[in-house]
Structures are given as C-alpha cells and as structure tokens.
C-alpha cells in the first residue's frame, strides 16, 4: 500500500509499543517517519526495520518529554531541515499508577506537561507547513479513561481526558485548513506500559498477575488483549486520506470494552 506515499509523519514515543507499531505501519504505506523518543538506540533498531521504498526517508530525534521547550527546539530544528510535515503522532508513557486521592500535586503537574504541553507546543511546530500544504493529521494517542475512567488511574485519567478536549478544541479550529486531529482510545494492549501496570495491580490488590489478566480479558468481548498493531492500523487509516471528513472523534480501539460495561 502506499495511500501515504510523499507523506512525512513524525511518530512520538516510537522507540516501542504502540508508537514503534504506528511507525511501522505509516512507513508500510509509504510514508516517510522521523521517529521520536529518548532512547537513541532502539530508536535506530526501529529505524532498521521500517519499510524503505523509493522515495522514503527515515530519521530519528532523541528526545526526552520531561522538557517541553527542548523537545518544541529538535522538532523545529528538524522541520527547517527536513520540510514540512504532514503527520503527528502524540503518544508518551502514561502517569505513574495509584489512587488520586494518594497523588501528589507534582505527578499531575508532571503528566500536563509531558502529555497537554508536548502535544500542543509539537502541533504549534508543524501547523505552518500542514496549513500550506492544505493536509495535515495530528492523531492523539490517550485511553478509554476518556469515556470511562480506569480504576487506579487517577493522574492519568484526569491528563487523558484534559488531552481530549484540547484536541476537539484544535479539531474546531484547523479544520477549514485540510488539518484533521483525532484521538486513538486504546483499551488494554499488550504492551511494556500493560505490563508495569498488571504488576501494579497485582501488588495493590494481593492476586497474581495472571489473574488481573484474566479478570481484565472477562471485560473485553472479544476475549483477549488488544496488539499494538492493531492500534496502528486505526492510525494509519486515520492519517490517510480515506479519513479526511473524519475529525474530532474520540476513537476507542478496545474490541468493545467500553460497551461492555
């Protein structure tokens, strides 16, 4: 496929999980990526494995998302550089798990800047050359916190859903120049961040892993977790053209949790 061909995406938190699998998946049709995260060294494993047909071009920034402003100087750098682009994948590691009454005020302060003011000051940077080329794709991705929130998530389900009402306050705004901005839900997805979280459970409630795993699969219809592959192929679609009238839209990729609650 290369609905995507001539497209420049920049995927943040790339170097695994479901930011590697959007990576793999825009440059499997056939966009070029620059991938985005702090380590450098699986970022380059990453870049070696993506998809690299004529006319593709793929780099990487290390960066960390604890600093905003630094992070806003690489990409922008980056931009001069490379050209415009016409994708942005907002994704970073979620808040550290634990009741929001036992949350200090310094881990919510933590969480709006690495997921509210990275996500705004990177959209800020791309928006010129997405409004010049009369196409742009800012896709979100943040969790079903944002219709539901997650038992144990506090800090994290109080950021997601600030997250979602930026972007359909963007969606509003960009529209009229050919920029569509969506936010991907994703339920639970086998991933390192899945993981650090059923150890956290585990812990907290004095069951074993297994079985938080197979308490939390009871509540998906579909019977088991989501892959990160197939959070990528919403973002792909949503990045391509086939998605233009689409914006907006909190779209939960949960093999029907949220229904089933």
């Known amino acids: 496929m290369s609905e ?11 170097s695994k999980g479901i930011g590697r699998a959007c990576a793999i998946g825009l440059a499997g049709r056939g966009a070029s990526v620059t991938l985005v995260a702090r380590d450098e060294s699986a970022l380059e494993q990453v870049r070696k494995s993506l998809c690299s047909d004529a006319g593709q071009e793929h780099g990487l920034l290390s960066a ?3 600093d905003p402003q630094a992070l806003q100087g690489k990409i922008a750098a980056h ?9 942005l994948v907002n994704n970073t590691g979620g808040p550290k798990s634990g009741p ?10 933590s969480a709006f800047s690495q997921h509210i003011l990275c996500n705004h000051l990177l959209t800020q940077t791309v928006l010129p050359g997405m409004k010049e080329a009369g196409f742009g794709r800012v896709i979100n991705i943040i969790s079903t ?6 038992r144990g998530l506090g800090v994290s389900n109080t950021i997601r859903a600030a997250v979602a009402n930026w972007a359909k306050t963007m969606a509003s705004e960009l529209g009229a120049f050919g920029i569509t901005v969506n936010n991907v839900l994703p339920g639970y997805t086998d991933t390192d961040r899945l993981k650090s979280l059923i150890s956290a459970r585990a812990q907290r409630t004095g069951v074993s892993e297994t079985d938080v795993v197979e308490q ?3 509540t998906i219809p579909v019977g088991r977790l989501g892959r990160p592959e197939e959070i990528a192929a919403v973002v792909a679609f949503l990045a391509s053209p086939a998605a233009s009238y689409v914006n907006g839209v909190n779209l939960p990729v949960d093999g029907g949790r949220l229904a089933a609650q």
Do not use: M, N, R, Y
């Open 4 to 14: 995507l061909a001539g497209k420049w995406a920049i995927v943040c938190g790339s």
């Open 79 to 87: 931009v001069k550089e490379s050209g415009p682009a016409h994708i």
């Open 145 to 150: 916190s944002v219709v539901q929130p997650i």
């Open 216 to 218: 939390w699969k009871s």
């Open 64 to 66: 960390d998302f604890d």
């Open 100 to 109: 929001i009454t036992e949350s200090e005020p310094d881990a919510f302060a």
